[in-house]
């Protein structure tokens, strides 16, 4: 079967193309290359071989370059390769240029600028408020429901899908205790989340609104943000995370543009609070996304988190972290905080699938409070596409190494 003939139904079909960086293995070459089924797409070599005025943005060993290129590119390019996929007369000619995916590496995509994160799920933070804070009044804090809270990560410790992850040392205190000790994290987690990549940057001074999501983002990835929580339980106050995240983030390897997400978009659940304008999304087009998230611990499915539940949207999180005048470069990430749907069977880590290690959680290869070493966590994901298909949004999968 040629590998333009695709299953039905399969979510890697002409109507996502998703974006990554391969190599060949028998060669050290990273250019930048599209997904289509089971195969990746030669992108810079097929622009060039069709005369395509976009192959010097293709031809290269990051997405940098066509994330700098904005929206009107993107969508350009985007309808080259939907006309050159679907178009039998180039069949031969890009037939070459297709190679399976078991035959090539994958690589970090984009070279990453900064690295922000979010905590943007109403049940994630509920459910951590109540865990961390058992006499607190409300399990949300005052300021939650009026912008979106985020900390500044390490962006040079993000890695691609498939990377291993070294179990970070720290020191941890448990109350009882008289003084912390040192040495690898006893309470290694994950969290579920979504990461939006920016392409198109904007000037020092100048917020981006609302209305500029769709012109500044480029698409979105999947993200596991490790999480060491007995380091971070002694560290977080009064500052926030820093060693307990900062070790290691992994995202897949593919990049979805938002451009393939169209069907995907809803509203966000009802705002219980009024919201300041720059952040008041009460009209406008719906800035949410039904993203189904599945988290799999050594293959065996551990929670469902919907990213529909998020109660602050992506283009919230960017109007909020401009609206001081930072700017955004591009290659900027952030993630969309843990995502946890209301049910238990949707908690997006393992400090609330567990309550913070009271109830393990019953895998076939053992119990688990928090993981262990050899153990491999993976997201995956999909999205509803148009007519009734699915754009799949590939995984993000890493093993834990012993520290
Ligand atoms: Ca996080």
């Known amino acids: 079967m040629s590998p333009f003939d695709l299953p039905e139904g399969d979510p890697f079909g002409p ?20 997904r289509l089924g089971d195969h990746v797409l030669d992108a810079g070599a097929a622009a060039r071989a069709l005369g395509s005025p976009h192959a010097g943005l293709l031809t290269r060993p990051t997405l940098n370059p066509l994330l700098a290129a904005g929206r009107t590119t ?25 190679h399976p995916l078991s ?4 690589h970090l995509p984009f070279e990453v600028a900064d690295y922000v994160d979010f905590y943007a799920s109403e049940h994630h933070a ?6 961390f804070r058992p006499d607190a ?6 300021n939650w429901k009026h912008l979106p809270i985020g900390y500044h990560g390490r962006a040079g410790t993000v890695v691609v899908s498939g990377t291993d992850i070294v179990r970070p040392s720290g020191q941890r205190k448990a109350p009882t205790a008289p003084a912390p000790v040192f040495g690898p994290s006893a309470r290694l987690d994950i969290e579920a989340e979504v990461g939006f990549v920016v392409g198109t940057p904007s000037q020092q001074g100048r917020p981006v609104p609302l209305s500029g999501f769709r012109e500044h983002v480029f698409g979105l990835c999947l993200l596991n943000d490790w999480s060491a929580r007995d380091i971070q339980a002694w560290e977080y106050v009064p500052l926030g995370p820093f060693l307990a995240k900062s070790f290691a983030t992994s995202v897949s390897a593919w990049i979805t543009p938002l451009e393939a997400l169209d069907a995907a978009r809803v509203s966000p659940p009802e705002r219980t ?3 300041l304008p720059y952040l008041d999304d009460t009209s406008g087009e719906p800035a949410g996304y039904d993203l189904r998230i599945s988290v799999a611990v050594n293959g065996h499915v551990v929670s469902e988190p919907p990213f529909s539940t998020m109660y602050w949207t992506a283009a919230q999180q960017l109007a909020h972290m401009t609206v001081n005048g930072a700017s955004l470069r591009t290659g900027d990430l952030y993630g969309s905080g843990t995502v946890s749907g209301p049910a238990e069977h949707q908690r997006g880590c393992l400090l609330e699938l567990t309550w913070n290690g009271r109830d393990p959680l019953e895998l076939p290869d053992g119990k688990r409070t928090y993981l262990e070493d050899g153990d491999v966590v993976t997201l995956s994901a999909w999205a509803p596409g148009p007519d009734g298909s699915r754009v799949g949004l590939g995984e993000v999968s890493g093993r834990v190494l012993a520290g």
Do not use: K
Request: hydrophobic share 40%; aromatic share 6%; no cysteine.
């Open 74 to 98: 993107w969508s350009e390019v985007r309808g080259s390769l939907t006309e050159w996929v679907t178009d039998p007369s180039l069949r031969e000619t890009l037939a070459p240029l297709l």
């Open 137 to 142: 009044a409300d399990t949300l804090l005052p």
């Open 273 to 275: 609070h009024p919201l």
């Open 15 to 34: 109507h996502n193309l998703p974006y990554g960086v391969f190599s060949l293995r028998d060669s050290g070459q990273r250019t930048v290359g599209v």
């Open 126 to 131: 509920r459910n951590a408020g109540a865990i």
């Open 103 to 106: 035959s090539v590496a994958l």
